[in-house]
């Protein structure tokens, strides 16, 4: 792919090497400006190159029933509000990179296409309304899940945040370049398609997340939301479809971008 290397942060006084630190810096939309006008010449790199868009994201929160058909297919009656879980940076993985799983941990290994919404500006207690003001992007992001290790207790964290399993990018989509309402998500393993949803189909909206969880701890640049996935994932399916040895799982949104992981499944003797 061919891309157009940035220029133009000496205003920052600090180099920057992802969009974290970017995020970062006080006045980083006009940093960025500069850095556009100043745009070096395309040079093309391979999809391998691409790091994770926020390598280090100080909070990844994730949205866990969003979509209608998702939460009936997991038995679930529609919520009243957004049921929230944490993942931590270790779970994150570059966008095309594969996904190692020892084969004592790789009995029930399920995808979850879902939309992250990366904050751009401190936001503590904000309405709904204003709520739109503070993302500085989109990307697209995997909640790769552990199912049997998800479902062993009450809390689902030990399932979703295996080291190096989710993966996000491939990079940062501006909102001005993103029209949420008319989007969809698309989930391939391999070839055959299993989720398929318009991104207008979520209970709680990206606005809505941001204003309920900016009610309980403040959100700060480069924090990331996952906003949950549609109905289709393995382990909903009869019979159930888990990933396996050697299979991809592709994941895109209209106007974000695609991502693909691989699952290799290891045997340590």
């Given at each position: 792919m061919t891309?157009?290397?940035?220029?133009?942060?000496?205003a920052a006084q600090t180099p920057v090497r992802n969009v974290g630190e970017l995020l970062a810096i006080p006045g980083w939309r006009e940093h960025l400006n500069e850095a556009l006008i100043e745009s070096g010449d395309?040079?093309?790199?391979?999809?391998s190159e691409l790091d994770t868009v926020i390598p280090w994201p100080g909070k990844i929160i994730c949205q866990g029933l969003n979509y209608a058909e998702h939460i009936l297919e997991m038995g679930r009656d529609l919520p009243d509000y957004p049921t929230l879980f944490t993942k931590f940076p270790e779970a994150l993985a570059r966008p095309y990179a594969d996904v190692e799983v020892p084969a004592d941990k790789a009995t029930q290994l399920d995808f979850e296409g879902e939309l992250a919404v990366i904050i751009g500006d401190y936001a503590n207690e904000v309405s709904a309304a204003e709520a739109k003001d503070y993302i500085a992007g989109y990307a697209v992001f995997n909640d790769y899940t552990l199912r049997d290790a998800q479902r062993r207790t009450p809390q689902w964290h030990q399932g979703k945040s295996f080291r190096a399993s989710s993966g996000f990018g491939p990079w940062v989509t501006t909102p001005d370049d993103f029209d949420f309402s008319t989007a969809s998500l698309r989930t391939y393993l391999d070839d055959e398609l299993m989720q398929e949803a318009p991104l207008a189909d979520q209970v709680f909206p990206p606005a809505e997340l941001i204003s309920f969880i900016s009610q309980i701890y403040p959100l700060r640049p480069g924090d990331v939301i996952a906003t949950g996935t549609p109905d289709g994932v393995g382990f909903a399916r009869t019979p159930q479809r888990f990933i396996?040895?050697?299979?991809?799982?592709?994941?895109?949104?209209?106007?974000?971008g695609t991502i693909a992981n691989t699952t290799r499944i290891t045997h340590h003797r």
């Open positions: 891309v157009r290397p940035l220029h133009g942060f000496s395309p040079v093309d790199i391979a999809k396996r040895d050697g299979e991809t799982v592709t994941i895109t949104i209209d106007g974000l």
